[in-house]
């Protein structure tokens, strides 16, 4: 079965850190690279993080470089991304997608259903 399923989300004071999972089908893991979208009101969809397979190369938005750290654990099935020094312009609606990159993060088709992830005092 294809899927990718996110957990980890939530509120959190800015200045705060969260880590997303996205657990994904070995289908998908093995043949495609994975990543983190956002989606706050009103505004489209951004593509923030993503991921290959072995080696393991990352890119990132500039909106977030220095402060997100995506990985992978291939025995776990599991993608992650490390959130430090959560901003307000951080919330939004977090979906795990399989990714490419052509100097920007872009979706190749598989979605999850999406993590909420709110920073706020």
């Known amino acids: 079965q294809v899927q990718l399923v996110e957990s980890g989300g939530g509120l959190v004071q800015p200045g705060g850190s969260l880590r997303l999972s996205c657990e994904a089908s070995?289908?998908?893991?093995?043949?495609?690279?994975i990543g983190w979208f956002r989606q706050a009101p009103g505004k489209e969809r951004e593509g923030v993080s993503c991921?290959?397979?072995?080696?393991?190369?990352?890119y990132y938005a500039d909106s977030v470089t220095g402060r997100f750290t995506i990985s992978r654990d291939n025995r776990k099935n599991t993608v992650y991304l490390r959130m430090n020094n959560l901003k307000p312009e951080d919330t939004a609606v977090y979906y795990c997608?399989?990714?490419?990159?052509?100097?920007?993060?872009?979706?190749?088709?598989?979605w999850g259903q999406g993590t909420q992830v709110t920073v706020s005092s």
């Open positions: 997608a399989t990714c490419g990159y052509n100097g920007a993060v872009y979706s190749t088709g598989y």
């Open positions: 070995r289908f998908l893991l093995d043949y495609y690279a």
């Open positions: 991921i290959t397979g072995s080696p393991a190369v990352t």
